[in-house]
Structures are given as C-alpha cells and as structure tokens.
C-alpha cells in the first residue's frame, strides 16, 4: 500500500472524526431545540392571558401574543435548520468528500487541496474549510478544467491560478477504496462504477460524476431561457435537479424551494426524482404536471383529456379518416399561427361574438342573455372590453338586489319559514342578534322578525347567484371557443381549416375538450376573465419539452412573467403528434429573442452500455450524432417468433435470466396501454409480482413492470424487454421515435421480439455487429 493511499485513508478518518463531532453535538442540540418549540405550544396560552377590559387591556395582550408567536417561529425555524444540516452530516458520515483539487492561487507559494463534498465542513475552530460544497464558485474548475492555468468567478470578481492535480476518491461507508489521479474531467474508473450499479426505485444526486458539459447546464445564468437539447441518457434532467440545487445554494438569501416549479411528464417521475434534492440537503422545489395545471384552470368546464389519452387514441386509431383529421387539427393547433388567430378572434370579441349565459332563479329566467349582450355591446360598447364587464357586473347586481326584495313576499319564502327547524331558526335569530351588536344577557331577550327571516332567507338563496357574477360565470366560455370553430367567424385561411372545425366541434358537442384543445382554451379563458399570472415563480424547469408545442409555450411565457426557463428534451424522443415535424428547439429562441435564450447541446449518452447505444442510435437520422461512453455490456438481441405463445414463453424465460443475474428493475415495454393490458394479461399468470403500470400510477416500483413506451419516458431500467418491435407496432415513420425510446430506457440489457415481420427501423444497413438476431419458427 503506497505512503500517499495510507495518508489519505488517515485524513478521511480525521474528517470522519470531525463528521462524528458536529453530528453527536448537533444531536443533543437539536433534541433540546425540539423539546424548546414543544415546551412553547404547551405553555403559550399559560403566557398569553387573554384581557379585554379596556383598551389598554387588549393591546398588552396582542403585544403578549406577537411575542409568543414570533418566539415560537424563531424555535421551530432554528430547530428545522439544525435538523436539515444533521441529515446531511449523517450523509457525509458515509462518504464526507468525493475528490480533490491541488490550487494554487495567484501569489500564493504553493497550491492548497480543496476536498469536495455535498456540502461544505469546517474545522473544530469553525475558521477553516476541510471539506467545499461542490457548488462553491472556486469548484466550477473542477468540473471544467484540466490541470493548467485556471480562471474562475466569484462575487469578488475573477481569480486566477493553477490547478495541479484532480483526485478522485470512491468512499463507501466510510473506507477508501481507491484514488484516481486524473487530468480528465472525471475518471472513467469511478464513473463506469456508478454507471454500473442497478437502477434505483429514485434518481439520484450526480455531483460526485458531474461531466463537463453538464456543469455548463447547472451553472448557467445568463438570459431568461436555457433551452437543453439532449441525448437519452445523457444527464441532463440529473444536471437539472442539481441546477436547482446550485441555484438555491447560490441564491439562498432571496430564492426560496418553492419559488422554483417544474412540470414533469407524470406523477410517476415526480416520484422518481423526489429524492435528488432532499439528498443534497435542500428542500424539495414544486412540482406539478403540465396537465395538472391545465385541469385547476378549465375545472368543470368539460372533461378534459390527457396527453396519454390523446397519443393513446392515436396509436390504436391510426388507420381511420377521423384520426387523419385529428393529426391535421393537433398540427395547427399546437403551432404559434393559432396562438396568433386566438389573439385575433379574442381582439373580434369586442365587436361581435360574446356568448352569455341568462341568470337564472328558482327556474326562472330573471336577466336574459341577449340582455347582457345588449349591455355588452351596446350600451358599454364604448369601454375597454374589462371595463365593459364591470359595468355589467355591478348592474347585474344592482337587479339581483332588486329581485330579492321582491321575492320576499312570495308563496315559497313563507313555506320555508313554516318548515325551518328549530336549530335554522336559533341561527338565525342568533345571527341577527351578532349583527345588531347585542350584548351576551340581551342575544337570549331578542327575538327575530318575519321580514328579517324572509331577508335572510332570499339572500341564502340569492348567494350563489351573487357568487357567479362575481366570478363572470355569465360569460359563456364553452360556446365562445366553439365560436372560434365558426367556419366563417373568423375568416381563416389554414389549409383544411373545415376540417379542424368539423373534429373539434364533434369533440366539444360530446363535452370533451381534446388535450390540444386544452391551453387554447385556457388561454382564451384567461383573456375573457383577466390573466391571472404568477409573479412569485422565479425558475420554471420543464422536462421532456419536446411533447411541449409551441403554443405552450407562448401560454406559460405569459402565465409566468417573471420567471426564467430551463426546458431539457430530446426531438428523438418526440413521441407526440405535434413534435413529428420538429428535430430541435430552434422556435424557442423566439420566444425570448437570441440575447436572451442560451441553447446547450449535449451529445454524449451515459446510461446505456456502449453496445445498446450503437445498436439504438441506429434507429433514427442523425443518431451516428450520439456519442456513447465506453461501457462495455452484452450485445442487444432480437428474436422474430411467430406468435403470442412462444413470445409469452420467450419473455418469461428472459424474466427469469434476468433475475439470476441480479437485476432488480426489469420493465417489458410495450407500444401502447392497449397492447400493455393485452401483455400483463398474458404474463401475469408465469412471471411472478408482475405490475402493470398506467398514467394514473404515483410511483414506480422495482420488480418486473409491464410499461407503455410514453409512460417509460425519462425512466431507466437494469433491463429492458421489447413486448412486439413488429412491422405491425412499429412500421409507420410517426412511431419510430416511440420505439427509440422504449430501447434507450435500458441501462445494462436490451431485448426485443417480435411477433412476424419486424419494424424495417431494425433493418438498417449499418446495423451489422451492433445486434444478435434469432428467427424461431412455429413448433
């Protein structure tokens, strides 16, 4: 054992030393600090005695109840904080650093060794670091630069240097096992080893293998849009959640975790990564999905379909009329020239087209429709379309008051006093007695008039009435976009324009609104009522923003105006309809104008070994652009069976290999959910714990799962079985994407079957040596 790896294993234990001190004093502090904020609730209104005598009274009291209150935040904000830095310590007693630069500063006489680690450490004196957060300023050139001269940022302005030497350590419960002396960005050694572990049921933090190109993403702070176009597997939603992690860090005296939001493809890939930021001692930023979104929006307005219903549909209907329509109407729809002809018609709405709704009372008709619309445009014409409608709502009011009084003195008021329980009764009388200011002794002598019942009475009844005009619930939104779909209103001049409106208006008539009907129809709602944008998001990440269109991405510009973007995706995993005519995210850059837009692109793919990689990156154009890191692994293999039978035999026997070699997440892709249904159906009764995962599932498992292609998206897997790479499922060019997806989700084993024919995206004439292929025939 040389002298250097015996000096390192001695100052990993004197770090380990130090780890081991903060923690145990850390401890009894922090179960002193909770046993403080519980002592505090129990005795707060021992100390805060209530007085309301007099004025003066009153106020010692609310100047007593401020103090206690603020006392108890200062505990339970201390105690928190304590609490966060004792799970990283816990954390750092398993590997408190992961490498090691030697600097040495301008005018310094030798290089000082900066260790890294999740989090940063100081000495017993509390003067001295002994271990750097990897997202410290001086770090960034150890994640970009090779032993040499060096520069780096910090807010003091720029300093320069050489860097020596860059270590690498793999630590494991608390023993080094091995250093690397490299002058690369990281090691292959360590890197083939984190790569070469299993999948877990959640992503994981990446800051001990971050690569050069991935650090550019995480660091980046220039212009409101970072638009990252990447490889399966090349990191980059991983880079993104610790960009959050470096920016919260960066930032932490005005960005707060739930000032960053990313909307993620489903609840399954919250899930997955919900463990990477807590990892790094950081709070979890908000996540939603884009669909989640769209739903609080429209509400009750329809039903509304998803993302993965619409593609659902699509895959299983592919060869009908009406589909052919639906892909016509989901190509304009999703593109910025109907964002603009939105704009347009919402602009026409001033002059003609505003639909109402009558206001309605115990079945009457009290306030017509045409009324409101003669208001509208006749009597307010004049006005700025919101000041138009605050006209209306207060008139519309005006006359509901009106009506109440009237209908005090109706037959059903007095037959809802004779029948009003004694319980309705006492709240009444009550209520009125609150109102009238009454003291305690005087609410039991005070007795409550008829006209006083009845008027409490209409006015329960007149409230949700009032309630809809406050909130323009007379605008009648759904016949409004319909409108838009007028053949004649507006005149449009897109290309099979009759049949978008026929498809849309067949989908509106069955009250479904289609999932690319969703944001503009959002938007035209937000328009109607008044935007309501969100000031208060400073960061927005969207993942697999290729099955994001264009237009929304105008919507959520305008939703968040205050935020700035980060999209990661890859156009060869642009499985929706809209993204079949789109390879990149060149139409961004105009969403904020090049001074403002950064675009990355990051070629290299890590998840896969090199073999599944050169065999995948066959199967679209312009793959041979995808760089796979040297992870050598068994070759993918195809066997072509004749029928289900000996497909289902086939698939179980590779489970069960599978397995004996240890792999703890095995997902069987399939096409659709449709043909997913038909596969567990089919394998459930041979392979054992066998799940069967849909979009309503909030969280993956490992075990052996039966997929769709869509829902595997952004998921990795020890293996990976292709259900049916048949011509049947895989022969047109809009699902070839699909397939290059539900293969790239392998990590360490690919298989494919087919059921007859192949796809002919298997059949390229480069694909010689990249696949072992097997044809079974029928026993």
């Not at 176009?229 to 470096?246: D, E, M």
């Not at 329809?302 to 329509?325: C, I, P, R, V």
């Not at 000041?387 to 009237?406: C, D, F, H, S």
């Not at 990590?747 to 059921?755: A, G």
Request: glycine share 6%; hydrophobic share 35%; charged share 25%.
């Amino acid at each position: 054992m040389s002298t250097l790896f015996q000096q390192e294993q001695q100052h990993l234990q004197d770090v380990l030393a130090v780890v081991d001190q903060q923690t145990q004093k850390l401890k009894a502090e922090t179960s002193k600090r909770q046993q403080d904020v519980v002592s505090i609730r129990r005795q707060f209104w021992d100390e805060v005695k209530v007085n309301t005598d007099t004025f003066d009274d009153f106020l010692e009291t609310i100047i007593n109840m401020r103090q206690e209150t603020q006392a108890l935040a200062v505990g339970e904000t201390t105690y928190d904080h304590a609490k966060k830095r004792l799970i990283t310590l816990e954390k750092m007693q398993n590997a408190p650093y992961f490498a090691r630069i030697d600097l040495k500063e301008q005018g310094m006489k030798q290089a000082e060794p900066i260790y890294i680690g999740i989090s940063s450490l100081m000495d017993e004196s509390g003067e001295d670091f002994i271990v750097y957060d990897w997202r410290a300023p001086v770090l960034s050139v150890y994640y970009d630069n090779e032993p040499g001269h060096v520069r780096y940022q910090t807010p003091g302005g720029t300093i320069e240097g050489e860097l020596e030497k860059k270590w690498q350590y793999l630590i494991r419960n608390g023993k080094l096992l091995s250093m690397f002396d490299t002058s690369l960005t990281i090691g292959d050694e360590l890197l083939q080893e984190v790569l070469g572990q299993g999948a877990n049921k959640q992503m994981q933090s990446i800051v001990s293998t971050i690569q050069r190109e991935q650090n550019k993403l995480i660091r980046h702070e220039q212009g409101r849009m970072l638009i990252v176009h990447g490889a399966a597997g090349s990191g980059k939603t991983s880079a993104a959640l610790q960009r959050v992690a470096y920016l919260l860090y960066k930032h932490r005296a005005t960005l707060k975790a739930d000032q960053v939001l990313l909307f993620s493809p489903n609840a399954m890939f919250n899930s997955y990564v919900a463990n990477v930021l807590p990892e790094l001692g950081e709070e979890n930023m908000q996540q939603t999905t884009f669909q989640e979104y769209l739903q609080q929006r429209i509400d009750t307005d329809f039903t509304l379909e998803n993302a993965y219903e619409q593609l659902e549909t699509l895959l299983t209907n592919s060869h009908t009329d009406l589909m052919g329509s639906r892909r016509t109407a989901i190509h304009y729809k999703a593109s910025t020239a109907f964002f603009t002809h939105i704009e347009q018609y919402f602009i026409a709405l001033t002059e003609k087209g505003m639909q109402f709704k009558p206001i309605v009372f115990r079945g009457e008709e009290i306030i017509p429709a045409s009324k409101i619309a003669q208001q509208f445009y006749m009597i307010y014409g004049q006005l700025p379309f919101a000041a138009r409608l605050e006209k209306i709502q207060q008139g519309l009011m005006n006359t509901l008051k009106e009506r109440a009084k009237y209908e005090r003195t109706k037959d059903w008021v007095q037959e809802e006093m004779e029948l009003l329980s004694d319980a309705a009764y006492e709240e009444a009388r009550r209520y009125f007695a609150r109102k009238k200011g009454l003291e305690r002794e005087e609410v039991e002598q005070f007795d409550i008039t008829e006209n006083q019942l009845a008027q409490l009475l209409v006015a329960r009844r007149f409230k949700p009435l009032r309630d809809a005009i406050q909130t323009l619930q007379f605008i009648d939104i759904p016949a409004i976009y319909e409108g838009l779909f007028d053949e004649q209103s507006p005149k449009c001049e897109v290309e099979h324009w009759a049949e978008i409106c026929h498809v849309t208006k067949q989908q509106l008539a069955a009250g479904t609104l289609s999932y690319e009907d969703a944001t503009p129809y959002v938007l035209l709602k937000e328009w109607l009522l008044g935007m309501q944008v969100n000031r208060q998001i400073k960061y927005i990440f969207i993942d697999e923003a290729q099955d994001y269109a264009p237009f929304q991405f105008e919507v959520l510009k305008r939703l968040f105006p205050a935020a700035k973007f980060t999209v990661l995706g890859d156009f060869n995993q642009g499985i929706f309809t809209h993204a079949h005519q789109l390879e990149n995210f060149e139409h961004l850059i105009e969403l904020f104008g090049e001074e403002e837009t950064t675009l990355l692109t990051m070629h290299r793919s890590y998840r896969s070994t090199k073999p599944i990689i050169e065999f995948t990156r066959q199967l679209i154009p312009e793959g041979h652009a995808i760089i796979p890191f040297n992870r050598t692994g068994a070759l993918p293999t195809f066997t072509i069976l004749p029928n289900k039978q000996q497909l289902h035999e086939k698939i179980t026997q590779r489970v069960e290999a599978m397995q004996l070699q240890g792999m703890a997440t095995i997902a069987i892709i399939c096409q659709s959910m449709q043909e997913s249904k038909e596969a567990y159906e089919g394998l459930a009764g041979s392979i054992d714990s066998l799940k069967l995962m849909k979009s309503s599932s909030a969280e993956y498992e490992p075990g052996v799962i039966v997929i769709p292609a869509y829902l595997a998206k952004g998921i990795e897997f020890d293996g990976v079985i292709i259900y049916d790479a048949s011509k049947y499922r895989y022969g047109q060019e809009r699902v070839r994407r699909l397939l290059y997806t539900a293969c790239t989700r392998a990590m360490h084993q690919l298989t494919l079957y087919s059921v007859g024919e192949p796809s002919p995206f298997l059949h390229a004439p480069s694909e010689q040596g990249t696949i072992q292929t097997k044809v079974e025939e029928e026993e």
